[in-house]
C-alpha cells in the first residue's frame, strides 16, 4: 500500500479515539468494522462454500494439468498446431486455477503488523503475471501459425478431433465442479471464465479435426490455431487491465467518487469534504479514505458521526473499509 494509508493501520485500534490537535481520527471502529467485513469476507470463503470452492479448484487444478500434458504431446505426434495451441491455452488455464488455489489460501490467513491489509492482492498481482503469460502464448501461437501459412504441414485429423472432444469434456466438468461447489466470488468466477474459454478452444480444435478427417485443407489447422490465440488474448487483456486498476489504486469502475464524496459532505457534522481516496483492497473490497472539516468539538459525537457514515457508504456505495480524519473548520494546516 502506498505511504499515504500507513498511518492509518499501524496501531492497536482496540476501541480508542486519539486527539491530535482537534482531529479525531475514528479509527477504533474503522478497524472493527474492517475486520466484520474483510474477515468476514474470509470466513465465508473458508466456511462450508470456501473449503467446498478450494477442493473444486484442486480438482480442476489436477485434472487440466494432467490434461494439458497428453494434449501436448498429441498435438506434437500428429503435427497439429491447434491442439499445441490449445495446449498452451489450457497451460494458462492451469496457472489461473493454480493462482486461484493460492490466492484463496493466502486470503485466509490472518492480517500481521507488516500486511496490516491481509494477502488479498497475492491473488491480483498473480493474475496479473497469469495475463502476461497468456500474451506472451498467444504471440507465439501467431508466429507460428505464420510461418506455417505457406507450408503447413501434413495434419493427422483424427488423434486431433478425439483429443480436443476428450478436452472438451474436460473443461465442461471442470467449470461444472467449480460451479457446483456454491462459491461465487470473483477468484472463483475468474477460474471458471478460463475453463469456460478454454472449451471454446477445444471445439475450435474439434471443427480443425473434423475439416482434415473429411478431406478438407491442412491450412485449417492454422486458421483455428490463429483463432485460439484470438481468444487468449480476449481474456488475458482484461484480467491485467482490471489488475491494474487494483494495484495502481484507482478507485474501481463500478464506485461513483462524487456520490460518494456527496454523501460524506452530507452530513449534519460535515462541513467539507476535503480529501477523498478511494481504492480496492482485492477484487471485491472497496476501501476509502476521508478528510472532513467540522465544527463539533465532542470527540463523541465525532464518533457516532463516523459510524453513522460508515454505515452509509457501505449500505449505498458498496465502501467496506472507511476511515475518516476530523479538522476544525478553517485548520491553517494544509491538508493531504
Known amino acids: 500500500m502506498s505511504g499515504r494509508h500507513g498511518h492509518d493501520h499501524d496501531h492497536d485500534h482496540a476501541g480508542h479515539d486519539h486527539d491530535h490537535a482537534g482531529h479525531d481520527h475514528g479509527h477504533e471502529h474503522s478497524h472493527d468494522d474492517h ?5 468476514a469476507h474470509v470466513h465465508s470463503r473458508f466456511g462450508p462454500q470456501g473449503n467446498a470452492g478450494l477442493r473444486a479448484l484442486w480438482i480442476a487444478l489436477v485434472v487440466n494439468g494432467a490434461f494439458m500434458g497428453v494434449e501436448l504431446v498429441v498435438g506434437l505426434w500428429s503435427r497439429s498446431l491447434a491442439l499445441v495451441s490449445d495446449a498452451g491455452h489450457m497451460l494458462t488455464d492451469v496457472l489461473a486455477l493454480g493462482i486461484a488455489v493460492v490466492g484463496a489460501v493466502m486470503r485466509a490467513r490472518p492480517r500481521s503488523s507488516r500486511a496490516t491489509f491481509g494477502h488479498a492482492r497475492v491473488a491480483v498481482l498473480g493474475g496479473f503475471i497469469n495475463g502476461a503469460l497468456a500474451l506472451a502464448v498467444a504471440a507465439f501461437i501467431i508466429v507460428e501459425a505464420a510461418e506455417r501459412t505457406g507450408a503447413p504441414p501434413d495434419v493427422m485429423g483424427l488423434p486431433v478431433l478425439v483429443t480436443a472432444a476428450i478436452g472438451l469434456v474436460v473443461n465442461l466438468g471442470s467449470a461444472f465442479v467449480l460451479h457446483r461447489s456454491g462459491d461465487h466470488s470473483l477468484n472463483m468466477r475468474g477460474a471458471m471464465l478460463h475453463m469456460l474459454g478454454d472449451a471454446l478452444g477445444s471445439v475450435a480444435a474439434i471443427i480443425a479435426g473434423a475439416v ?13 490455431s490463429v483463432v485460439v490465440a484470438g481468444i487468449i488474448a480476449a481474456s488475458a487483456l482484461p484480467l491485467m487491465r482490471d489488475a491494474s486498476v487494483i ?7 463500478h464506485v461513483d467518487v462524487d456520490a460518494v464524496k456527496t454523501a460524506a459532505s452530507q452530513h449534519a457534522a460535515v462541513r467539507a469534504a476535503i480529501s477523498l481516496h478511494v481504492w ?14 467540522t465544527d463539533v468539538t465532542d470527540l463523541a459525537a465525532l464518533a457516532v458521526a463516523a459510524d453513522t457514515l460508515r454505515a452509509t457508504l457501505k449500505s449505498d456505495h458498496g465502501v467496506a473499509h472507511a476511515v475518516f480524519e476530523w479538522r476544525p473548520v478553517g485548520a491553517a494546516t494544509p491538508c493531504c
Do not use: K
Open 247 to 253: 494495484l495502481l489504486e484507482r478507485a474501481p469502475a
Open 212 to 224: 482434415i478427417v473429411l478431406g478438407g485443407p491442412a491450412v485449417v489447422d492454422v486458421i483455428v
Open 280 to 293: 480496492s483492497l482485492d477484487d471485491g473490497t472497496v476501501a476509502a479514505s476521508f478528510v472532513l472539516e
Open 35 to 39: 475486520d466484520h467485513a474483510g474477515h
